[in-house]
């Protein structure tokens, strides 16, 4: 279905005729207070451009796969992981995601992360880490600290 040309922002990180959505299904993956629009989903674009809004203290799945994630924050502040390296965030960073790098988002206590994903509309199946991995990941103290927010 193609999309009317324009949807005016009703909000933030609200639009018209955007429908708030599930992040995934629940139990399919670990996540927390998260939700997720499809801003942009025409066949004839290659990518989809969605918008995910991180409630204070919730966090999207530990992942990786082969397609990679075109970020803009653009309401609040949080952290993400990239590989084994955890970056402060807010509002108007750009993140790139690569193959195969680890990542997760977080919305700081207290503030809520809204950020922008562009994604492949033909992509792979995100993995989640197995027990060695987590392990080898959290070898990495600012790694553990970060994947241990939620406490
Ligand atoms: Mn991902």
Known sequence: MVA??????????????????RYKAAGSAP????????LFDDPQ???????????????????????????????GRGHCLIGDT???VAERDLIRIGP????????????PLGFLCMVNA????????SAQELAALESNPSV???LRADG
């Open 144 to 146: 553990a600290a970060f």
């Open 31 to 38: 996540f927390r207070d998260i939700t997720r629009q499809l």
């Open 86 to 88: 955890v970056h402060a």
């Open 122 to 129: 033909v992509r792979d199946r995100p993995q989640l880490p």
């Open 45 to 75: 674009l290659a990518c989809q451009l969605r918008y995910f809004e991180v409630a204070a203290g919730g966090f999207s799945t530990l992942e990786r796969h082969e397609h990679l994630h075109a970020v803009m924050i653009l309401n």
């Open 4 to 21: 009317p040309d324009r949807r005016a922002a009703t909000g933030r990180g609200q639009w018209a005729d955007v429908d708030t959505l």
């Open 100 to 111: 195969l790098q680890w990542h997760q988002f977080r919305a700081d206590q207290g503030e």
